[in-house]
């Protein structure tokens, strides 16, 4: 039982760190990016690239990476999502496609002489090799840090769109856009900020959690899956939401396997996705979208 | 502006010309020409498809060098058509996979098919497909399914087309418990923890391995089915730590169980890691693992995937493939799909013809000596195998000791001895 | 003084003015303009396998199910204003009942087509219905994700053949069969879709897409119409599947591959969004071209993409829409 409890809360926050990139960058421009777990798995295999055929110090491929994906978020935004703004069909399928384009050409075999990533060789090393026990439970380090991780993004997050100028900003897009252009706040800028940082978001999501076990180009998708699960149960747009829900479906999950066996745990999350939906369809946090949420 | 749109529409044009162009290129290979064209559908996106293209080029080359194949007193060389059949990527549909092998079949119009789909799904497929072109097809990368035999049983007629000369996961099992009872009688362990990957196979496999192994006096004292891709073992390495097994039974595929040994070795289960492992097959295991791999015992299905003296060609095998590709042979596929262009040979060469019915005649009479003992084929086109190089071909398990796969078993291949890690105590 | 300025002027051919509503009778010549496109289109595609060899003939086949898709993709996305990311879901739920109808109950193939595409439209659209009150957004993510748990929930449950599928299905008799019948249904749900969009319930339909809440002030139930629309589409997108299962004899998880979700979209995005003819032959024409780069793996799929992003951003009418400016109207360069 106290596996549950302990696994269950690692597993919570790990969702609330995939998931916080998307929920920001949606609830700041209204732009879904489906690139989100393309670049979660590109930062993976950009570390390990850095790491393993340059050779470079582990903390500083990190850093590049990171350096890398905001760049690409950035990139992405400026040169299609820009143009597709106001045009939700475009805006979806465009980022759907981006996406596509990262993931199965980091799949890309024997083209051009590129060897592509597949295979279970992808590894990144953990930051500390040990583990320790709580209560019975073994847990490695490496999980260590993605709770410790989890815990001080949130609360730098929250520092940073209470206290700071960019930060204040981000969040007014979100609550009104209209008010926010009239107070002179750039929605472009900020939109490029809000990709810059969830792609970085991302990245650094990435970094902590791959090292627990090694890379897929798969692993795109179930991220992106699982994040966009967490927003929906949320709430879009609702940060508060997003960390609620990545604990509410996490515990769900262990439990579920605790109980019933591992092989519920999708039947769960869809099971919960459809449960919210029909309960409160805007999320569990949703409020302040709900007369726009619905139709 | 007009001369955009111009310039939109001719690049339209020339990629619409681009793909017919490419496409016509098909080469239109005639029968009654020289080489004997052979159809290889090889899914290079899996490693298992990359295993089985490299051991047929290999075999092809070494045929080849040596004159070739004597048909009608003539010496003429294989050609091998390899198209990638895609059927492990996971976006794509079994229809793009038979489609594929359709295009062997009715473009490049091949004399034989060898190599075939490795997944089940398709490989059951594709049966059907070939019994619809009348088109001889030799299995020899993957597909383990008991369902193909149970198969080409129930209609022998209809599906006479096809061998299997790869494996069959039923004797894989058997092996596993043979390998069982050989630790129980050393060790003298008799607990079982099972973990296994959500798929359809490894759940049957699994039910038939506990089915006989309970009949062999062992005690099953846990299960656990995860999600193929999970990333988090330490709820069922917990459960099997605490029930005091001895050995822990795994069969998975998925890259992700990598993570199921680095867990097992930073909790330091007392239990010792046996199964179908398809991450542990690969050279690059122990780098991957940090060398936690250590001691986990995993089956490569085909002797001469490692050094070993069973047969005098397994060594030989062994150093020519290194040699051709430059790193070790993996696992599966790598000597069968190699031995299938030996059998298509030896066959082609008795029947003195390239007529199916000949063909089958003649393949079900093979008794080739191979790289992994005797090449024979059963009443369902099914490879033989067996402990006995002289009539039956060998599998291959092997334990992770120093960085490298050592054969432990079958006794008569075996190179070393099973080794347990440090905090088993016996 | 200013510089010469030119702009360009875009006038309908009078050709097309002279044929607009009853005036098309009035001679053979405005007739033909009108009939001469989609005579055309029919011929042509009803011609073409005569022309092709056997194995080109099997492509055709594949490409039929995809223009099928394309075509529910179009409809969803531009007359009712949902982006669905999850065609592999009815291709999923129609090659699964077709497939179970036959081995299950022994139903030949022209029984259980029908009937699979109209079992699977229900249970598709029972399964989206939760996210039809909210945005399109939702339908978007919701369609993206469900096939891919419908693959974990039946591979959870080890349903219907699980991992391994199910083989042996009844095929159809012969190769001419299986061309003409996903080549009449393509014709037909192409032209059925045409019709129905004009129709008074198309017309809410598009409304729903342009405002929804002018729709909604109308008293006109904005959900029940996107279920309607959604069970059409799942209808056509599940009568596809089905006729696949029945073309390789085969049903199994891969029914649910990305494939199946990503080249309609592609298709639609090329062929032109909007018109319906459009993603028909953005069909036939990406699925040859995928047969032709089999030999690159994953490169054919990166290209789509690629050919989507660039058309979406630089060319988002598509080529049909070109073609059909082209065609009603002729453009002209004139000094201001």
Redesign the interface.
């Known amino acids: 039982m106290e596996s549950v409890i302990v696994y269950g809360a690692i597993n919570s926050i790990t969702f609330a760190l995939t998931a916080i990139g998307f929920s920001l960058v949606y609830g700041v421009s209204r732009v879904p990016n489906f690139a989100h777990g393309a670049i979660y798995v590109l930062v993976g295999f950009i570390t390990w690239s850095l790491v393993n055929d340059l050779n470079l110090n582990y903390g500083l491929s990190i850093i590049i990476s990171l350096a890398i994906a905001s760049l690409i978020g950035l990139g992405i935004y400026q040169f299609v999502l820009i143009r597709l703004r106001g045009m939700p069909t475009s805006e979806i399928i465009a980022s759907f496609a981006v996406s596509l384009i990262i993931l199965e050409g980091l799949r890309l075999q024997g083209v051009g002489g590129f060897k592509g990533f597949i295979g279970p060789n992808y590894v990144l090393k953990p930051f500390f090799d040990g583990k320790i026990e709580i209560s019975g439970v073994f847990v490695d380090y490496q999980r260590l840090i993605v709770v410790g991780a989890g815990v001080a993004l949130a609360a730098i997050l929250w520092l940073f769109t209470h206290y700071t100028k960019m930060g204040l900003s981000l969040r007014a897009i979100a609550q009104d856009e209209q008010a926010a252009l009239m107070l002179g706040i750039n929605s472009d800028r900020a939109g490029m900020t809000a990709m810059a940082i969830g792609s970085a978001l991302a990245g650094l999501a990435a970094v902590i959690i791959l090292p627990l076990g090694n890379i897929t180009a798969e692993a795109g998708y179930h991220v992106l899956i699982y994040a966009l699960a967490v927003c929906i149960i949320g709430g879009l747009g609702s940060w508060a939401g997003t960390i609620l829900a990545s604990f509410l479906v996490g515990f769900a999950m262990k439990f579920s396997t605790f109980m019933f066996g591992a092989v519920w745990e999708s039947v769960v999350l869809i099971g919960t996705i459809i449960l919210v939906l029909l309960i409160r369809p805007s999320g569990l946090l949703g409020k302040q979208k709900e007369l726009e949420e619905r139709v | 502006m007009a001369n955009g749109s111009v310039r939109l529409l001719t690049v339209f044009v020339i990629l619409i010309a681009l793909a017919i162009g490419l496409a016509g290129t098909e080469v239109f290979a005639q029968k009654a020409g020289e080489p004997i064209v052979i159809g290889a559908p090889v899914p290079r996106a899996s490693n298992y498809g990359q295993n089985g293209e490299r051991g047929m080029i290999l075999a092809t080359e070494e045929i080849n060098k040596a004159g070739g194949v004597k048909l009608g007193g003539v010496m003429r060389p294989i050609k091998l058509e390899i198209i990638d059949s895609r059927d492990e990527e996971p976006g794509v549909p079994t229809s793009e996979v038979l489609l594929a092998i359709e295009k062997l079949i009715l473009q490049t119009k091949v004399d034989l098919v060898a190599g075939g789909p490795c997944m089940s799904e398709c490989g059951m497929a594709a049966l059907d497909t070939f019994a619809r072109y009348k088109k001889l097809d030799m299995v020899s990368i993957g597909c383990y399914t008991p369902g193909w035999d149970e198969k080409v049983s129930k209609d022998k007629q209809k599906y006479k087309y096809s061998f299997r000369e790869s494996g069959s996961v039923k004797w894989y099992v058997k092996e596993a418990l043979d390998l069982l009872r050989q630790m129980k009688t050393k060790f003298g362990f008799d607990k079982i923890y099972v973990s296994i990957d959500d798929s359809a196979m490894c759940r049957r496999a699994s039910e038939i391995v506990e089915k006989l192994a309970a009949k062999d006096g062992w005690k099953i004292v846990g299960k656990d089915k995860h999600p193929i891709g999970s990333t988090d073992y330490s709820a069922a390495l917990t459960e099997c730590k605490n029930s005091g097994a001895q050995i822990l039974f795994v069969w998975a595929y998925a890259p992700e169980t990598s993570i199921l040994m680095k867990q097992w070795a930073s909790m330091e289960v007392p239990a010792l890691p046996i199964g179908f492992i398809g991450a542990a097959e690969d050279p690059g295991f122990w780098r991957a693992t940090d060398g936690k791999c250590a001691y986990s015992i995993v089956t490569l299905s085909e002797t001469g995937n490692v050094p070993s003296k069973a047969t005098p060609k397994a060594m030989q095998f062994y150093e020519a493939f290194k040699q051709r590709w430059g790193v070790p042979p993996r696992s599966t596929g790598c000597v069968s799909a190699y031995e299938a262009m030996y059998v298509l040979k030896d066959a082609i060469e008795r029947a003195n013809s390239l007529k199916e019915e000949d063909l089958i005649a003649a393949l079900e009479k093979t008794n080739l000596e191979a790289v992994r003992g005797t090449i024979r084929f059963d009443e369902n086109h099914q490879v033989v195998y067996g402990y006995d190089p002289k009539n039956s071909v060998l599998g291959c398990w092997v334990q992770w000791q120093n960085g490298e796969r050592v054969q432990i078993f079958p006794e008569v291949a075996a190179m070393a001895e099973v080794k347990l890690p440090p905090w088993i105590k016996r | 003084m200013a510089a010469q300025d030119v702009r360009?002027k875009r006038l309908d051919r009078s050709i097309n003015v002279r044929s607009t509503g009853l005036y098309a009778l009035n001679s053979y010549r405005e007739m033909a303009y009108l009939l001469a496109p989609r005579l055309l289109l029919i011929v042509g595609l009803l011609a073409l396998p005569l022309f092709l060899?056997?194995?080109w003939q099997?492509?055709f086949c594949?490409a039929g199910v995809f223009a099928i898709l394309a075509l529910s993709f179009d409809f969803l996305?531009?007359y009712v204003?949902l982006?669905c990311?999850g065609g592999a879901l009815f291709i999923g739920f129609g090659g699964y009942g077709a497939g179970l109808l036959n081995s299950e109950f022994g139903l030949p193939p022209w029984a259980s087509i029908p009937l699979a595409a109209v079992i699977g439209a229900c249970v598709s659209t029972v399964v989206i219905m939760?996210?039809l009150?909210?945005?399109?957004?939702?339908f978007?993510?919701?369609t993206?994700?469900?096939p891919?748990?419908a693959r974990?929930?039946i591979?959870?449950l080890?349903l219907f053949?699980?991992?391994?599928?199910i083989?042996?299905l009844d095929?159809l008799p012969n190769i001419w069969v299986e061309q003409y019948v996903i080549l009449i249904g393509v014709l037909i749900v192409l032209f059925a879709l045409r019709r129905f969009v004009s129709e008074d319930v198309g017309l809410i339909m598009m409304g729903i897409k342009d405002n929804?809440q002018a729709v909604?002030a109308a008293g006109i139930s904005?959900?029940r119409y996107r279920v309607l629309a959604v069970f059409i589409a799942a209808l056509i997108g599940c009568f596809a599947g089905a006729y696949?299962s029945h073309?390789?004899?085969?049903l199994?998880?891969?029914?649910f591959?990305?494939?199946?979700s990503?080249l309609p979209?592609?298709a639609t995005?090329m062929g032109g969004?909007g018109t319906l003819v459009g993603p028909v032959i953005g069909a036939l024409?990406l699925s040859?071209?995928s047969?032709?780069?089999?030999?690159?793996?994953?490169?054919r799929?990166?290209l789509y993409?690629?050919i989507?992003?660039i058309f979406?951003?630089y060319?988002?009418e598509g080529?049909m829409n070109?073609l059909e400016r082209?065609y009603h109207q002729f453009?002209r360069v004139e000094k201001v």
């Open positions: 360009k060899d056997h194995y099997r492509v594949t996305a531009e204003g982006v990311l939760p996210c009150r909210l945005r399109g957004i939702y978007a993510i919701i993206f994700m469900l891919l748990f974990n929930v591979v959870a080890g053949g699980s991992t391994e599928g083989t042996g095929t929804d909604l904005i959900f696949l073309l390789y004899g085969w199994g998880l891969s029914l591959a990305m494939d199946f990503i979209i592609a995005v969004m024409m040859p071209l047969e032709a780069l089999r030999g690159m793996g994953q490169l799929v990166v993409c690629f989507l992003l979406i951003l060319k988002p080529l070109f082209k453009e």
